[in-house]
């Protein structure tokens, strides 16, 4: 086992939250983050509801779904598409949230941005390591489906939107950024200094998960792919002691599926995508179905693979870094 990932209540990014206003107890500190959750996902998902809401009624009037039955309601959501601007306007919102965590972590816990992961060195250098294994660790999945049958190539569909195309691209860098400050940085830190470093991980994985419990077309696999993710990335940062490469390989990873092979991101579809691949009717246990490749096989293989190599693999010897 790695020992890195097994000492990291001795790393550094632990000695720089030595001090912080944490309380001891590991349950009273779930229950704290979910408060703190609450407050950041109603403040983050307020921008993009004032926008989308009336958008979709409007939709739903034009093609006269009946408003009155939920499962025509329901139909219409799975299926529906949100143009980029409004995707972009959901991606950049929800850098409100990461403000307010850090605000959180560093003004009421007391905490050094270094705690949460962002050290000073090697960020570019972490950065585009994450952003690139991100890319293909997504892509590698594509390929199973592709091979087993399960996706099909359908040409590219960029059509003329370039511009928005790189807008979606900061937009997920943003939104990547959030999730992994929030659930990684926040929560996983926060209780590997008073626990068993793998205990944290696994907590703040599920939390990770039932957070995206209200996302469209979910199947057997998602929920425990979403786990393995948030294991895979919590593993990631303490290898390497550092949020910037799980920030830059989550944000990848969803920018590669949406809008570079155009799949569905955890039940959500893009129109701005520069590729396009097709899901086959009765191959959903490969291809995730209408969650997207986050409910099939192929990632599941992906993120044992990566966990297995992060646990079983040879140590980084990390540089010095003053806090």
Known sequence: MNKRISCYGQSETMQAA?????????????????????????????????????????QMLREHVDLSSSAAVMAFSTSFTLPGWLVAVQLFSTGLATILALVFCTDIERRPLRSVGF???????????GAALGTAMLGFAVVVGVLTGALEYAGSSLRGN????????????IQGMSEEVIFRGYLC???????????????????????????????????????????????????????????????????????????KVSGMSLDVTALRFVSKEGMELIHGGLFGLEGGIGITIVLLIGIGLLLFTGEQQPAKEKV
């Not at 000073?120 to 950065?127: A, P, V």
């Not at 799980?246 to 969803?254: P, Q």
């Open 18 to 58: 030595a001090t912080s206003r944490t309380p001891e107890s590991p349950v009273l500190q779930c229950l704290i983050f979910l408060g703190v959750f609450l407050v950041l996902m109603l403040v983050e998902s307020a921008p993009p509801t004032l926008l989308t809401f009336p958008y979709m009624m409007a």
């Open 119 to 129: 050290t000073r060195r090697h960020g570019l250098r972490d950065y585009l390591i």
């Open 162 to 173: 370039g511009l928005i195309f790189c807008v979606l691209l900061v937009g997920w860098m």
């Open 189 to 263: 830190n926060t209780l590997a200094r008073r626990c068993n470093p793998h205990l944290a991980a696994f907590i703040s994985a599920a939390a990770f998960a039932l957070a995206h419990m209200a996302n469209n077309g979910k199947t057997p696999l998602a929920i425990p792919n979403l786990i393995l993710f948030g294991m895979f990335a919590a593993y990631f940062m303490y290898r390497f002691d550092s949020l910037w490469g799980v920030c830059a390989l989550h944000s990848f990873w969803n920018f590669a599926q949406g809008n570079l092979f155009g799949i």
